[in-house]
């Protein structure tokens, strides 16, 4: 339906149609604000404006979640696809690439009336967010045992890590969430006589979580891997898929960018870093509590740039180095350049993605007794071209045999 018959006709109805706000972008950022133009008991007409106050031309992808029960009739203004409830906008030939402080927009008529949820831009948050915010998973809690009481029955395990913090652990007997402890322990009444299978997953703040760790005592050996995950969902932010299964229980799912490990999680979606433009190989693993793996679920997507977007790379960051302390590593490097701007550095162990820095130096503590360190460092800009890899890898003498 035409976006003016929709809003003639919700006129007609007697329903208020709100004017759209005069954009102005705010410095060094861009957004995407939405406004409910229209609405009546069973839906409403929406828009996102898309404002770019960066120095750069925005070629934008808008992604959102709607509530269930609602969904979109009509839309106009962008290409919208979906995965069920989870919407992915790109604009149209007139309005993919917004110039250095201007704006577009694009709307839709919805069946329902529940608005967007979690809304990111181009993976950053539509109010104008960077990449500081928490996508990281903490780690699989570790060393999971259980303590047999005269009357009760405990399960302990050791504290997970996380990059901001960890909120809690969740217990699941079977299938079933039975607990949520702010500690390393819980404890109930006996079970029956019986094998259950219990599973414990670390959530941060964010609502990250960790594989889960896994136990199933007087179980028999778990030598069967969980099924290939059913279907694969790629976005610029955001990697979805079904859930696998297993004989016993799915720990956990590995997911890789071009063999680059972006995180583990007992989830079935993984937020990673803004890709920007290029080809991209998307595989997700699903493994258990054995250590058994699951064959990948791989999908290729290739994403190409808008016209007159910037296309150009920053350069190799250079001098990478390292200072090394008993407790602590840290690596510095020479600043990259850029065309428009260098906006950060990825960090990676090998294939593993550690974190993303907006400075020349990455700090990391030092576990006890390493000899090897290893690092990449690549430069990435505000549209997410990035640099080929500055590498370092540092083998230190082991220290002489205790007399």
Partial sequence: MNRFLVAFAAAAAGVAIAAAPARAAVPGAATATFT???????????QYTIDNGTSAPLTWRVEFDLPSGTTLANAWGATVTHTGDHYVAVGASWNAT????????????????????????NG?????????????????PGNLRAVVGTTTFTLRWDASTDDVGVKGYEVYSGANLVATVPGTEYTMGMPPPMIITYRVRALDAAGNASPYAVITPGGTPDTVAPSVPPSLSPGSATIRWGASADNVAVAGYDVYVNGDHY??????ALTVPPLGFGSFTFSVVAFDGAGNRSEPRSL??????????DSRSPTVPTDLRISISATQV?????????????????????P???????TTTYVEPRPAGQTVFGLKVRAYDAIGNKSAFATLTVVLDPPPPTP
């Fill in 36 to 46: 409910k133009q229209s609405s009546w008991s069973t839906g409403y007409t929406g």
């Fill in 98 to 121: 917004v110039a250095p402080g201007g704006n577009t927009w694009f709307g839709w008529l919805a069946q329902g009336t529940g608005g967007p949820l979690n809304c990111s831009l």
């Fill in 124 to 140: 950053a948050s539509c109010t104008g967010g960077t990449a500081t915010a928490d996508i990281r998973p903490p780690a699989t």
């Fill in 263 to 268: 995180g583990a999680t007992s989830n079935t």
């Fill in 300 to 309: 290729s997507v290739a994403i190409d740039p808008g016209p007159n977007s």
């Fill in 330 to 350: 840290t690596w510095t490097w020479t600043a990259s350049t850029d065309n428009v701007g260098v906006a950060g550095y990825q960090v990676f162990h090998g």
């Fill in 352 to 358: 593993d993605w550690s974190g993303n820095v907006t």
